[in-house]
């Protein structure tokens, strides 16, 4: 019998991102999609290159219908993603929550980092993070499943083995990263306006971004330390990618440094090793992380970068990998045939 899903919020990159991974799977039915925006409008009048696939027809609904389907995916803001995972939740169905709402343990920390007030801790504390690379087990019994945000997947790939390990020499974490522009979502800003983002680059949100405390709530998780991020995000000219540079102390050699994290991922069928720091051109409309571990010999830094799609494995494509997962099919179903056809070159 076909798994039947939902996507609320089916109008924005990551529903958009969402329904072009669907497309590939036999197991499912699309039953509902969601835009208030596009109420009535087949998904071909709204996005024409949906035309040659099965989704072509479906209409957008205003509503979710909390019946319809066994899961249902959020690709919404925060805020209205708690009250609705909740309601959803109550009807005995299952959630993949593409917002930040059930990521962070830390309850103080949405009014301070994202402005409102969390009214479901208990929720709060069963909801699991969907990086399977470190939650692999809990994510195949979870109801809701907190799909992590794009920098911390890039960052907490680039650390989980030194910190599993507990090789890290400092109480402090340098991370610098930067991200396409679809990162802020659909909507229109002035500074991401053509005339102003092409051709530019910036740092943002320098001190204080809301995905500091998800990293800090994840490397606490898995480390037991209170080890701090010291985050920078930055805005790159191009639609979509993601990199993320971490520096941390380490008494570890290069070659001891290298192998721990070889050995750490040897079974991991998305991240990708690769002996040059690695490109976003090359895991775009992947699910790849493509990580490079090296020692700065001078300053006994370990240099660990990271490279995803922060529409792929930050976000949808690591939403489906979760969804796998939870429904029994194989981890890599469809997922490995996606970016076999990422590879674009030059
Ligand atoms: N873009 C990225 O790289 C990543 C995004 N995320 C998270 O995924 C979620 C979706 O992001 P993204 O696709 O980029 O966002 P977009 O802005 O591109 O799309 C937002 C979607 O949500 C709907 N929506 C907006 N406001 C509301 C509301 N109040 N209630 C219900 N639906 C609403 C919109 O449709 P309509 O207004 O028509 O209803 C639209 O379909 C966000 O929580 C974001 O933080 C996570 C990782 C990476
Ligand atoms: C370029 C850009 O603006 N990026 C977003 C992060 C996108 C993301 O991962 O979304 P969540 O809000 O779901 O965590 C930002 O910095 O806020």
Redesign the pocket.
Same mark, same amino acid.
């Given at each position: 019998m076909a798994i039947k899903v939902s996507i609320?919020?089916? %109008?924005?990159?990551?529903?958009i991102e969402l329904l072009r991974i669907l497309n590939l799977y036999k197991e499912v039915e699309l039953v509902q999609i969601? %835009?208030?925006?596009?109420e009535g409008k087949a998904l071909k009048e709204v996005f024409p290159f949906f035309i040659s696939t099965k989704f072509s027809d479906i209409k957008f609904d205003k509503e979710p219908d909390l019946d319809s389907a066994d899961i249902y995916f959020l690709?919404?803001?925060?805020e209205?993603?708690v009250e609705l995972a909740k309601k959803i939740l109550d009807k005995n169905k299952k959630v993949i929550d593409? %917002?930040?709402a059930y990521r962070i343990k830390n309850f103080n920390a949405y009014p301070e980092f994202y402005g409102f007030e969390h009214s479901y801790k208990e929720l709060l504390d069963k909801a699991v993070y969907g990086l399977p690379e470190i939650h692999r087990d809990k994510i195949k019994n979870a109801n809701l499943i907190a799909?992590p945000?794009?920098y911390p997947t890039a960052t907490l790939l680039a650390l989980y083995p030194a910190l599993k390990e507990n090789i890290i020499d400092s109480d402090t974490i340098i991370v610098n990263a930067l991200s396409g522009i %679809?990162?802020?979502?659909?909507?229109l800003k002035q500074k991401f306006h053509y005339p102003e983002a092409f051709s530019n680059s910036f740092a943002y949100n320098p001190t204080k971004h809301r995905h500091i405390p998800e990293m800090e709530d994840q490397i606490n998780q898995i480390s037991g330390k209170d080890i701090k991020v010291r985050f920078t995000p930055h805005i790159l000219p191009v639609s979509r990618g993601m990199i993320s540079t971490v520096n941390f102390k380490t008494n570890l050699n290069k070659k001891d440094l290298i192998e721990l994290y070889r050995l750490e991922y040897r079974y991991e069928p998305f991240i990708r090793f690769q002996k040059t720091p690695p490109e976003i051109k090359y895991v775009i409309g992947s699910n790849y992380c493509d990580i490079y571990v090296d020692l700065d010999e001078r300053t006994g830094y370990a240099v660990v970068i990271t490279a995803i799609d922060?529409?792929g494995k930050?976000?949808s494509s690591q939403a489906m990998q979760n969804f796998n997962l939870i429904v029994g099919i194989e981890e890599e179903k469809y997922l490995k045939n996606l970016s076999e056809i990422s590879i674009i070159y030059p």
């Open positions: 609320v919020g089916a %109008s924005g990159y990551t529903g969601i %835009s208030r925006e596009f690709a919404i803001p925060h209205p993603a593409l %917002s930040a799909n945000g794009c %679809s990162g802020a979502g659909r909507g922060n529409l930050g976000a």
